[in-house]
């Protein structure tokens, strides 16, 4: 059983930055990758970007390529993600998943959810 507690969440200006991070409750989160999605209102959950085992392994989905920047620390359990660029389009709240196959992360099928961070990015 793996909890996740996402924070960093907040409101910027358009063009500002935010560093959002996953905190996960076991030691097995090593061994999960872990991805990112996000939620604005009134549409469907979209995948942001996810990490692999390896760290060395990662999927971003084509509207924050060069903009978000995924990383991890085991040691720390946790994953982050850096959010520069923003822009009022990324305005959503954001969550942190953790699961299996790096390819299967990124459709949303994963093992366990984090309670969601709000990113509010004003024009």
């Known amino acids: 059983q793996v909890q996740l507690v996402e924070s960093g969440g907040g409101l910027v200006q358009a063009g500002g930055s935010l560093r959002l991070s996953c905190t996960a409750s076991?030691?097995?989160?090593?061994?999960?990758?872990v991805g990112w999605f996000r939620q604005a209102p009134r549409k469907e959950r979209e995948f942001v970007a996810a990490i692999g085992w390896s760290a060395i392994s990662t999927s971003y989905a084509d509207s924050v390529k060069g903009r978000f920047t995924i990383s991890r620390d085991d040691d720390k359990n946790t994953v982050y993600l850096q959010m520069n660029s923003l822009r009022p389009e990324d305005t959503a709240i954001y969550y942190c998943?953790?699961?299996?196959?790096?390819?299967?992360?990124?459709?949303?099928?994963?093992?366990?959810w984090g309670q969601g961070t709000q990113v509010i990015v004003s024009s």
């Open positions: 076991a030691s097995t989160f090593n061994r999960h990758t």
């Open positions: 998943a953790a699961g299996g196959d790096i390819v299967i992360v990124t459709h949303g099928i994963v093992d366990y």
